[in-house]
């Protein structure tokens, strides 16, 4: 079991920058994989960026690429999306995502995923 705790969602202005957090506990955090989706109100929930287990892969969204990045401490048990240039289409509610891997994989489908946080709102105004 792995418990996720999303937290650094706020309210920004359009083209300013947020780093939202997911701390995990309960097991070993390097043998997950770790996803980042958002649910924009009125709209089904969507990926936003992957990372497998050591951060040597990642995988965007196409809305957010080259603005977003997604990293990890394997040792601080947490990951982190770094978000710049934020958008008021970026508004939503953050989840974080945990998948229990053995591969060097990445994932992109929510079904992939086993455990999940309870998620941070993002507002961004223009």
């Known amino acids: 079991q792995v418990q996720l705790v999303e937290s650094g969602g706020g309210l920004v202005q359009s083209g300013e920058s947020l780093r939202l957090s997911c701390a995990a506990s309960g097991r070993t955090f390097s043998s997950y994989a770790m996803g980042w989706f958002r649910q924009a109100p009125g709209k089904e929930r969507e990926f936003v960026a992957t990372i497998n287990r050591s951060g040597g892969s990642t995988y965007y969204a196409d809305s957010v690429k080259g603005r977003f990045s997604i990293s990890r401490d ?48 993002v507002t961004v105004s223009s």
């Open 74 to 121: 394997n040792v601080k048990s947490t990951a982190y999306l770094q978000m710049n240039s934020l958008k008021p289409e970026d508004t939503a509610v953050y989840y974080c995502a945990a998948v229990y891997t053995t591969g060097g994989n990445a994932y992109y489908t929510q079904r992939s995923y086993d455990y999940w946080g309870q998620g941070t709102q």
